[in-house]
């Protein structure tokens, strides 16, 4: 059966907060503090529309899945939101201009994961001269249609995972789906580009869960945000008066944002090992990501940008409308640059943000951070022994061992690691490597046995 | 921009809580803190001494061991600290000098870093250092070396003296121990610490004040030690029939000290939830057992012991239950 039933400690434990259903993760996590300025900082501050770049560089690959194929060349004349890269297969999603101007080549670009991929660089003509074609959707009846066009519009999850909006409402006839969540928990640190998207843009969030729950035939509409962020539940419950949709507030606590950790805390299901969350009857998709499908879906609008938290180490942290395939390196300039001492970017949050060392990356549709932080190295991880005080255990919300799997992939026992310790159910969310007294890279010594048992 | 300057790359997380194992060592020091001060009101200023040499020479031997062994330098991270103080305070304050500091060689360098160091050893080391002494050094460890006068209660040391002249010297090993001698005491002396023992098992007031101290800041779990202690109380209720009994059992002897500062030590005790319920009911039961089926004349620590030897094997069989994990024989 691919859904399981769980005790009731699983699914609502309801208290009356903010007069709503307050749910609580269901297993574990942790509570990681925000050093040099957090949530607090940037989420009381309305989103700021960037400088308007003079060039940008476009990643054909912005997703989980096959790279795009260039549909235009060097000195083509493009315009904003015309569809410059097509997909290619299904796991694939169109790129499109995020200026009006010029090409001026196809060049290969540092992209946030670190690996390097081809880019197309328009120099702006400073216009903005929107793809006049661009039209939205007279009949929102055909969900075949519907994802077609969300897949025009290039929509990846917004969240960070990058993974086609397209091929997750893409759910097979024979997997009814009870519940479409809309994912507001933001449980990242440092992070409120989804607080500030939640509050400025509620009506297009809510219309992208009607459309997206529309598509797949959700029975129910529900969307979860972390305590932490009253002003946004508050904003979201007065708009889905009404329209069928729960808000319901969760407990902060990390990861409640990751999906899986989110299907359990609402529904009190869990997606088996493996399996996807339709096979669970749930879909989820972040705000950011709803807001844009519900822009592609009534004005045929393409991500061209999106909401960036600039925050850490800088001197004005704020968040920022950003222009896609804009430099990390200009995005930090305006928010004051970087305060001496400080020697990493973090793109995306501190728990599961990757290192972006090239300033010349450009900002893709899965980034919602640009963190500048301060990492003093070994002086930050002695790396003693581990003493075995169970912490990661205890906070391992997918409730596996991680220390067990630490030594493991130490000693090269990555078979091991997979066949006697669940090496592929961690979802490398932080939690066991943050709580570590020792300081151990757990995290990455599971990524380097997980990487190992792939490639035999 | 400065770009030079943000070219550090690392995996994933990019933030980590503050404390360290020295920040949670120097946790339980505090918790120990209490016990000791109980242990130099009772027993007098050579308490301290006992204290101080025991805690010294750990580090030292740590240190020394480190350096003889081309190993880096760990006794900035307290452990030894730890382990010298929770030595200590399972000796006799009449114990020669010498005592401990051969026990803090057994803990630090037989048990802990021959094995690998901290986290790696599979037997408490003040315990297994304490048994070791136990067999080593009879005289001092146990019988006539508790009849050192408490502050307050002057009747220990002639109900003592006298047994031990009834009785015999050999007898005089088991019957004058401070096990055997609690029923001298009213429950309130015990609970205080107005009794004999060793040096940081008398008070058990101090040491349920570090214990929840502990529990609060998170350095324990609740399970190990309540468990532990519930247990013991429990047998004691049913095998005796009665409650006044089952308190004399929890409040005398070592129980307190070595069910929230023994038992739960990190390497020798298991690291899942599961497994902690295991390791408390299981030290319970076992010094229940020793205690009332065992010439011995008190079982916590060999019930831990025992314990220690089981963890690998309990943490094995108590693996959480990962997410999303489909039960094989539905």
């Known amino acids: 059966m691919a859904m399981l039933a769980l ?19 269901s297993r574990r996590g942790v509570h990681p503090h925000e050093a040099g300025g957090g949530k607090r900082e940037t989420g009381t501050k309305p989103i700021e529309r960037a400088a308007r770049p003079s060039v940008v560089a476009i990643p054909l690959t912005q997703h989980i899945g096959a790279s795009c194929k260039p549909l235009v060349k060097p000195g083509d004349k493009v315009l904003l939101g015309q569809k410059i890269g097509e997909p290619d297969g299904f796991m694939s999603v169109a790129v499109h201009a995020s200026v009006s101007g010029v090409v001026k080549g196809i060049q290969p670009r540092t992209l946030p994961g670190g690996q390097r991929a081809d880019a197309i660089v328009i120099e702006s003509d400073g216009l903005d001269q929107w793809d006049p074609s661009l039209k939205g959707a007279d009949d929102l ?6 994802i077609a066009m969300i897949r025009e519009a290039g929509i990846v999850g917004m969240g960070g995972a990058a993974f086609p909006t397209h091929v997750k409402l893409s759910v097979p006839k024979d997997r009814p789906i009870d519940y479409m969540i809309l994912n507001g928990a933001e449980c990242e640190p440092y992070l409120s580009c989804d607080h500030r998207v939640m509050l400025e843009e509620t009506e297009e969030a809510l219309d992208g869960l009607e459309i997206a729950a529309g598509i797949v035939g959700a029975k129910r509409k529900v969307v979860g945000i972390e305590l932490n962020k009253p002003d946004a539940i508050e904003a979201m419950r007065k708009a889905a008066e009404g329209k069928g949709i729960e808000v319901r507030a969760l407990k902060t606590k990390y990861p409640q944002g990751g999906e899986r950790q989110m299907i359990e805390a ?8 493996g399996k996807l969350p339709m096979d669970a009857g749930c879909v989820v998709i972040n705000v950011s990501t709803a807001a844009a499908i519900s822009r592609a879906i ?39 640059g970087a305060i001496e001492g400080a020697n ?14 090239n300033p010349n990356t450009p900002i893709t549709k899965c980034i919602g951070g640009v963190l500048v932080m301060v990492d003093r190295g070994k002086a930050d991880r002695p790396r003693g022994n581990c003493i075995r005080c169970g912490k990661c255990v205890a906070a391992c919300p997918a409730g596996l061992m991680p220390l067990d799997l630490y030594a493991l992939s130490n000693k090269e026992f990555y078979e091991r690691a997979r066949d006697e310790r669940s090496l592929a159910d961690c979802i490398e969310c932080g939690c066991c490597d943050y709580v570590c007294p020792s300081k151990l890279p757990i995290v990455h010594f599971i990524r380097v046995a997980k990487h190992a048992v792939t490639r035999k | 921009m400065e770009h030079n300057g943000l070219r550090r790359v690392s995996s994933s997380p990019h933030i980590r809580a503050e404390h360290t194992i020295a920040s949670m060592m120097l946790e339980v020091v505090i918790a120990l803190v209490p016990a000791a001060a109980a242990a130099v009101y ?17 580090v030292a031997w740590e240190w020394v061991y480190n350096r003889i062994a081309k190993k880096p330098q760990t006794i900035g991270d307290l452990s030894a600290v730890v382990t010298g103080l929770l030595l200590a305070f399972n000796l006799p304050v009449t114990v020669p000098v010498l005592i401990p500091i051969i026990g803090s ?16 050893n599979f037997l408490n080391p003040a315990l297994a250092a304490r048994a070791i002494l136990m067999v080593s050094w009879v005289g001092y460890m146990t019988g006539s070396a508790f009849s050192a006068a408490v502050r307050g209660v002057e009747m220990v040391a002639a109900t003592t003296s006298a047994t031990t002249a009834a009785t015999g010297a050999v007898d005089a090993v088991t019957a004058a121990t401070p096990l055997a001698m609690a029923g001298n005491y009213s429950l309130v002396q015990l609970f205080v610490g107005q009794c004999a023992g060793s040096l940081g098992e008398v008070s058990k007031l101090a040491l349920l004040v570090g214990g929840i101290y502990l529990i609060v800041r998170r350095i324990i779990s609740w399970k190990v030690p309540v468990l532990m202690i519930a247990t013991v109380f429990v047998a004691k209720w049913i095998s005796s029939g009665s409650v006044n009994d089952a308190l004399y059992a929890i409040l005398s002897g070592g129980l307190f000290l070595g069910a929230f500062f023994m038992a739960t030590d990190y390497a020798t005790s298991p690291v899942t939830s599961t497994g902690r319920i295991i390791m408390g009911v299981g030290c319970g039961v076992l010094t229940f057992v020793i205690r009332e089926l065992s010439p011995m004349p008190e079982g916590v620590s060999y019930a831990i012991l025992i314990m220690n030897l089981a963890v690998p094997l309990i943490d094995r069989y108590t693996k959480p239950r990962v997410y999303g994990e489909v039960k094989r024989h539905a």
């Not at chain 1, 005790?7 to 993760?25: C, H, M, Q, W």
């Not at chain 1, 609402?266 to 090992?273: A, E």
Request: aromatic share 6%; glycine share 14%; net charge positive.
């Open chain 1, 7 to 25: 005790p009731s400690d699983g699914g609502a434990k309801n208290g009356e907060v903010l007069g709503l259903k307050r749910t609580l993760i």
């Open chain 1, 266 to 273: 609402l529904t009190g299901r869990q997606v088996v090992s």
């Open chain 2, 42 to 58: 009772f027993f007098g200023w050579r308490a301290l001494i006992i204290m101080s040499v025991s805690v010294a020479s750990s």
């Open chain 1, 141 to 146: 009846r055909d969900p075949a249609k519907l």
């Open chain 1, 344 to 357: 990493k970017i973090v793109l995306g949050g501190p728990m599961m943000g990757l290192s972006g060392y």
């Open chain 2, 105 to 120: 060689f057994l803990a630090i360098v037989l048990v802990k870093q021959f094995f690998g160091g901290i986290g790696a």
């Open chain 1, 298 to 336: 009534r004005k045929g609008l393409p991500i061209v940008e999106r909401v960036v938290t600039v925050a850490g180490a800088v001197k004005e942290p704020k968040n920022l409308r950003v222009r896609i395939g804009v430099d990390i390196e200009s995005v930090i300039e305006q928010a004051g």
